[in-house]
T-cell receptor, first 114, second 114 residues
């Protein structure tokens, strides 16, 4: 149990385009989902926390208008990187939680912006 | 959440026990010690967590000192598949109906060799 999937697993896009990444909890209802970003040889950095049906809470320094998060259902959250640029190239990881059951991580999405 | 300190890297021979230390001298009374690991280009994987008693599951054992200022994760018979970055995280317990973020440090890069 407690499986989290992400789609796509990798994506390459041109600079200036937008990219949407999906995070799904497959066998449980996730009241809260988290989005992390990880640059090469660095640790995971939390970008935002989203609760189903409400606006996401962004960490300091993360642009909410650039990284749009939607958590419309208890099993799906999406992260849209708008007007992507090469510096947005990174490994994006989501996690899902249902209160006391802890956090379960997705496999990650590697974004490359050309 | 309390800060943790881990050695940046460790080596271990396959079949031997891997003992990964973590210092968390500022841990407070209700904070748990969690361990996750991240295999290259994958999302983090939960390993184990504990409060003050030693814990064991099918993956590992967690030894927490009596003063709770440090802990050791033990992989009893390391295999090549255990090569990963191991993160020790201290935080308040997950509670039903709430979910709180995890703060990842730099972790310990464990290299298991033949």
């Amino acid at each position: 149990g407690a499986v989290v999937s992400q789609h796509p697993s990798w994506v390459i896009c041109k600079s200036g385009t937008s990219v949407k990444i999906e995070c799904r909890s497959l066998d449980f209802q996730a009241t809260t989902m988290f989005w992390y970003r990880q640059f090469p040889k660095q640790s995971l950095m939390l970008m935002a926390t989203s609760n189903e049906g409400s606006k996401a809470t962004y960490e300091q320094g993360v642009e909410k208008d650039k990284f749009l998060i939607n958590h419309a259902s208890l099993t799906l959250s999406t992260l849209t990187v708008t007007s992507a640029h090469p510096e947005d190239s990174s490994f994006y990881i989501c996690s899902a939680s249902h209160g006391g059951q802890g956090q379960f991580f997705g496999p990650g999405t590697r974004l490359t912006v050309l | 959440d309390a800060k943790t300190t881990q050695p940046p890297s460790m080596d271990c021979a396959e079949g031997r026990a891997a003992n990964l230390p973590c210092n968390h001298s500022t841990i407070s009374g209700n904070e748990y010690v969690y361990w996750y690991r991240q295999i290259h280009s994958q999302g983090p994987q939960y390993i184990i967590h504990g409060l003050k008693n030693n814990e064991t599951n099918e993956m590992a054992s967690l030894i927490i000192t009596e003063d709770r200022k440090s802990s050791t994760l033990i992989l009893p018979h390391a295999t090549l598949r255990d090569t990963a970055v191991y993160y020790c995280i201290v935080r308040a317990p997950f509670r039903t109906g709430t979910a709180s973020k995890l703060t990842f440090g730099t972790g310990t890069r464990l290299q298991v060799t033949l």
